[in-house]
């Protein structure tokens, strides 16, 4: 666009200039901004599967449970089943807590930076336009 403006009349080789500054600026701004949306997702999809992993040891306490009920009906000792039981909750109540953890301060760091950066690409517009 500079270029043709610079064939065209002064007046128009001028607007032609400043619009280019003008675009590349807020192009600038707006590669910024989805870079920090990308980021914002990854952190998002690294929650979730921290979440699944939790998800995965809650079926395993359940699935003991089950086992100890049937076992329990049938009369078989179930010692060992609630050994098991009891240290499966634990990891469980150990990767709650990490989890935990984990989304506050990664989703805290996340979003402090996709505010960030949509704060920057608004201030960037405002003072283009």
Request: net charge positive.
């Amino acid at each position: 666009m500079k270029v043709w403006g610079k064939k065209e009349d002064p007046d128009l080789a001028d607007i032609t200039e400043k619009l280019e500054l003008l675009m590349g600026g807020v192009s600038e701004s707006f590669n910024k901004i989805s870079s920090k949306n990308e980021s914002f997702r990854k952190v998002i999809k690294e929650l979730r599967a921290s979440d699944e992993q939790l998800c995965q040891q809650k079926i395993k306490v359940k699935s003991l449970e089950q086992q100890i009920e049937q076992q329990t009906k049938k009369l078989k000792p179930t010692n060992q089943l609630k050994s098991e039981l009891v240290q499966v909750e634990n990891q469980l109540c150990q990767m709650e807590a990490q989890n935990y953890n984990l989304k506050r301060k990664k989703l805290k760091s996340a979003l402090f930076d996709k505010f960030d950066a949509l704060k920057e690409f608004s201030e960037t517009v405002f003072l283009f336009f």
